[in-house]
């Protein structure tokens, strides 16, 4: 790459935790973590394998010696199971993000969820 300063990050995975609560659940949504709290339950739990992934440095520091945008963003899936009947569900999700370090500004960002029924 120019003058050697970028390069990229993948992680290639790890399980964590998932917890998918339906928003609707909580009033305003700024008590979701009131609501966990005091026992709001999720849709859906389980493992999904997260990844990580960045075309440079981490975070926004150093701009100066990019050439004008970072990208970065995760991705996950995996089998969660429902709380209600223990029934198997698919999760996925992505975000995608590239950051404009001329403006300072996101110029694009591509987030998407899912949970089979």
Excluded at 24 to 50: I, K, Q, R
Excluded at 78 to 95: C, V
């Amino acid at each position: 790459m120019p003058n050697g300063s970028r390069w990229v990050t993948i992680n290639k995975g790890s399980d964590i935790r998932a917890y998918v609560y339906e928003l609707s659940e909580f009033d305003p949504y700024d008590t979701v973590c009131d609501g966990v709290l005091n026992g709001v339950l999720p849709l859906a739990t389980g493992h999904v394998t997260y990844r990580y992934r960045d075309n440079d440095y981490a975070a926004m520091q150093n701009c100066e010696s990019k050439e004008n945008f970072n990208s970065f963003g995760w991705s996950f899936e995996g089998p969660l199971y429902s709380f209600i009947d223990g029934r198997r569900r698919q999760f996925s999700g992505h975000s995608r993000v590239v950051w404009d370090c001329d403006t300072g500004r996101v110029v694009h960002d591509d987030t998407k969820f899912s949970l089979t029924k």
